[in-house]
């Protein structure tokens, strides 16, 4: 850990093309891609487990796009372009900045380039996607 304060989600987002929007709704994502991947998240008495909760960056990516679609349904898209959010390597970059402030943790093999062209916004967003993954909550 650094020696420095921890800066806040705004602090962190003035520093990147991204609003503090973005980096809440990455990091409430973030759970939902772990509930997603492992099942609901048991009791953690043992500290050794919670690395056994990670998601790699195309998991992260496909479990922000249902969240995104489930939030905002058609609307999805536009509002992930409205944060400047226009492909999945801006998912990568918001989850970095959280990283290098020490308000996320990686893996040895974790990269940014796990980010890169996981899905076409276009494709993903598109309306026929969308209302198949706007299922009920």
């Given at each position: 850990?650094?020696?420095?304060?921890v800066?806040?989600?705004?602090?962190?987002?003035?520093?990147t093309?991204?609003?503090?929007?973005a980096f809440?709704?990455i990091?409430e994502?973030?759970?939902?891609?772990?509930?997603?991947a492992h099942?609901?998240e048991?009791?953690?008495?043992n500290?050794?487990l919670?690395?056994?909760?990670?998601?790699?960056g195309q998991?992260?990516?496909?479990g922000?796009?249902?969240a995104?679609?489930?939030?905002w349904?058609?609307?999805?898209?536009?509002?992930l372009n409205g944060?400047?959010?226009?492909?999945t390597?801006?998912?990568?970059?918001?989850?970095y900045?959280?990283?290098?402030?020490?308000?996320m943790q990686?893996?040895e093999?974790?990269?940014?380039?796990?980010?890169?062209?996981v899905f076409d916004f276009?494709q993903?967003?598109?309306p026929?996607?969308c209302l198949?993954?706007?299922?009920?909550k």
């Amino acid at each position: 850990m650094k020696d420095t304060p921890v800066k806040s989600i705004v602090e962190i987002a003035a520093q990147t093309p991204y609003p503090p929007e973005a980096f809440v709704f990455i990091r409430e994502g973030l759970h939902a891609a772990a509930v997603h991947a492992h099942g609901p998240e048991p009791e953690m008495t043992n500290p050794a487990l919670a690395g056994q909760r990670h998601v790699t960056g195309q998991q992260l990516c496909e479990g922000l796009r249902e969240a995104a679609v489930r939030r905002w349904g058609l609307l999805a898209k536009t509002v992930l372009n409205g944060w400047n959010i226009r492909v999945t390597l801006d998912f990568g970059r918001i989850i970095y900045a959280l990283i290098d402030n020490d308000l996320m943790q990686k893996t040895e093999g974790d990269s940014l380039e796990d980010f890169r062209d996981v899905f076409d916004f276009d494709q993903a967003f598109s309306p026929e996607n969308c209302l198949r993954l706007n299922l009920p909550k």
